[in-house]
């Protein structure tokens, strides 16, 4: 079994849907979590940092993280077409990551 | 503020060839990190520098190295390559040492082994 699981897609949504995207781990020192946006030929790049349990929004972007059951999900709401590409997620035991972990990535499409 | 730049942006090799490649950090941040990132294995963290000292290694064999200046450009080496080299090579830079909240990738180098 992997570290981080993550649905690999692709998955297709109409413009202006609500898209859920998750991942489960199996290591429970893992402490942050992150989600990355990757665009074709682009570096990822930070979307959302969360810390231990809870929620957080940052514009149509919520992050949850339910450490109880090892599950992390990302909320995109009126999705757009440019919120096409690859989303990872990625979690490490400390603030420095010495031990990031990156799930494969969802490939998601929004179609106008 | 530039961003992360590394170059260069492809590069094709043929097996037992060595390779180095740069990455230039957003000014100001003594951090850089490299990562691997394949279809198969997904992105692998490599190692970090941090104001020249390599501070965190991940799982890779000894053939891959590298090295950070002290205006903090730095750079990743592979020897003899092999197939399995063929990769997306990211850096990421950061204020901090390995900072997982304010780290920036840059565009990556395309690695293709021959």
């Known amino acids: 079994q992997k570290e981080v699981e993550q649905d690999p897609g692709p998955l297709s949504v109409p413009e202006g849907a609500i898209v859920s995207l998750n991942c489960t781990y199996s290591?429970?020192?893992?402490?942050?979590f992150m989600w990355y946006r990757q665009y074709s030929r682009k570096g990822p790049e930070l979307l959302m940092y969360?810390?231990?349990?809870g929620n957080k929004e940052d514009g149509r972007f919520t992050a949850q993280v339910d450490k109880s059951s090892k599950y992390i999900s990302l909320f995109i709401r009126d999705s757009q077409p440019s919120d096409s590409a690859t989303y990872l997620c990625a979690m490490a035991k400390d603030n420095y990551g010495q031990n990031f972990v990156f799930g494969p990535g969802t490939r998601l499409s929004v179609l106008p | 503020k530039a961003g992360v730049t590394q170059t260069p942006r492809y590069l094709i090799k043929t097996r037992g060839q060595q390779v180095t490649l740069s990455c230039s950090p957003i000014s100001g941040h003594r951090s850089v990190s490299w990562y691997q990132q394949t279809p198969g294995q997904g992105l692998q963290f490599l190692f970090e520098?941090?104001?020249?000292?390599?501070?965190n290694k991940g799982n890779f064999p000894g053939r891959f190295s590298g090295r950070q200046f002290s205006n903090s450009r730095s750079e990743m080496n592979v020897s003899t390559l092999e197939l399995g080299d063929s990769a997306l090579y990211l850096c990421?830079?950061?204020?901090?040492?390995?900072?997982?909240?304010?780290?920036?990738f840059g565009p990556g180098t395309r690695l293709t082994v021959l």
């Open positions: 990421a830079s950061s204020h901090r040492s390995l900072s997982t909240d304010t780290q920036y």
């Open positions: 520098y941090f104001s020249e000292t390599q501070r």
């Open positions: 969360t810390y231990s349990s």
């Open positions: 290591n429970s020192a893992f402490q942050y």
